[in-house]
């Protein structure tokens, strides 16, 4: 079912595109249209190279010395100084390492113990799991009390029980995204510190921490910023805050002087003490190719490209599969770099999709999400992924028992 005058406008659109070069400099298997790079980026070719010669020279050759000749002790300041220019940061304010759900947990703790006399954590039912979780773990500790408000209802929830006010900043489900200015001083106004968890935005969207006046942030470096899998987060901390806060995973890493080996913890200067343990220096290696790649790239122009593919996925929707509610945002200056729609059957959907090469996401329990990663997804990709949706509901292809049954990952 062809559409002609669509996909002659998408082929237009990538012939206009300034930053379609950079699609080469990914290795994505022919064939394939990947629209999951909101939950695994791709693999930039630099890092499959870099990783080699990490392995080979400065581990295999370099050995122990690679520490210091490498710099390998530097990785988690160093790769978190490359990432502070995408959320508008200053260098010394992000710092790269353990998970985003690590880090959640060190920055939660930092931010209770910074407001004594407070206990609640404010947050929205359906955030990410993980997120709530983590306020779980410190409520199970007897520091944090948890307080959930819908969106709408969140600046009547701050009082002054709240400690911080803890959000996502773009919804993994939804991709919609929160004012982060207006929320961070309606929280300030209430005396409450904030925390912006940044998976769904760096890298994707406009993000001005500073300008902002946010006080924490976590990032994740497998999404946009093409990490590679399980790859080291980000934490941020504005810099008034460097000299008070503390954290309760108080390693040898996050101390003063950690080859002093003393017996007592002294916490070190700035970012640094928020590191546990050893730095992942493969896992950091990779990281700090793919942020330089979307460094390089520039987030004006991904934002501009993203905005653009996702509106452009919008409209071929509508037109191919008119009956499927897209749920995100219709103002692309809302919403992240995704789209979501809702079908009873979204799974099967997004089954029979992988079957023809096109890989988008499931979420539980009724969400089809499509992520546009806008270093290397094409407007003819968009194109072909709404023909082939409009295709697979028409046709009833999804209604297969094989799409039916449910991978431990979706
Ligand atoms: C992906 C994601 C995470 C991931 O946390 P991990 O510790 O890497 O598993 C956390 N929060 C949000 C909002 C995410 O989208």
């Given at each position: ?264 913890y002294r916490p070190a200067p700035g970012m640094e003490r928020m590191l546990a343990g050893t730095p992942p220096v493969l896992g950091l290696s990779a990281l700090e190719q793919g942020v330089e790649l979307v460094a390089e790239i520039g987030m004006d122009r991904l934002v501009e490209k993203s905005r653009g593919l996702s509106e452009f996925l919008r409209r071929a929707i509508a037109h191919f599969a008119p009956d499927l509610p897209c749920i995100s945002p219709a ?80």
């Amino acid at each position: 079912m062809t559409d002609t005058t669509l996909l002659q406008s998408a082929r237009e659109l990538d012939a206009g595109d300034a930053i379609a070069g950079y699609r080469g400099q990914f290795d994505l298997p022919p064939g394939v249209i990947y629209l999951d790079g909101n939950s695994l980026g791709a693999l930039p070719l630099r890092t499959a190279a870099h990783l080699g010669e990490v392995v080979r020279k400065q581990w295999g050759e370099g050995l122990i010395r690679s520490w210091n000749t490498a710099d390998w002790v530097n990785l988690p300041q160093r790769v978190g100084g490359k990432i502070a220019p995408l959320i508008g940061a200053q260098p010394h304010e992000v710092i790269a390492c353990d998970s985003t759900s690590v880090n959640l947990f060190k920055l939660i703790a930092a931010a209770l113990q910074m407001r004594p006399g407070r206990k609640v954590v404010l947050s929205e039912p359906g955030n990410f799991p993980t997120d709530l979780y983590m306020i779980a773990g410190l409520e199970a500790q007897g520091l944090a009390e948890r307080r959930l408000a819908e969106r709408a209802r969140l600046v009547d929830a701050l009082d002054d029980d709240v400690a911080l006010l803890m959000l996502t900043h773009v919804h993994y489900k939804t991709g919609e995204m929160f004012d982060m200015a207006a929320l961070t001083k309606a929280a300030h106004e209430a005396g409450a510190l904030v925390l912006w968890d940044l998976s769904h935005s760096t890298g994707a969207v406009p993000v001005q921490l500073n300008a902002a006046g946010a006080d924490f942030a976590v990032g994740c470096g497998y999404k946009y910023l093409n990490g590679g899998p399980g790859a080291p987060a980000f934490a941020y901390a504005a810099e008034r805050h460097h000299d008070t806060m503390g954290q309760p995973l108080t390693g040898w890493f996050g101390h003063a002087a950690p080859f002093a080996f003393e017996d007592d913890y002294r916490p070190a200067p700035g970012m640094e003490r928020m590191l546990a343990g050893t730095p992942p220096v493969l896992g950091l290696s990779a990281l700090e190719q793919g942020v330089e790649l979307v460094a390089e790239i520039g987030m004006d122009r991904l934002v501009e490209k993203s905005r653009g593919l996702s509106e452009f996925l919008r409209r071929a929707i509508a037109h191919f599969a008119p009956d499927l509610p897209c749920i995100s945002p219709a103002d692309p200056a809302q919403r992240g770099s995704q789209l979501s729609f809702r079908h009873e059957n979204a799974y099967a959907l997004s089954q029979a999709l992988i079957a023809r090469g096109i890989i988008g996401d499931f979420r539980d329990p009724d969400i089809l999400r499509l992520g546009l990663a806008p270093a290397y997804i094409r407007y003819e990709d968009c194109y072909r992924a709404a023909e082939a949706l409009g295709e697979i509901l028409q046709t009833g292809e999804w209604e297969r028992d094989e799409f039916m049954q449910r991978a431990a990952v979706t």
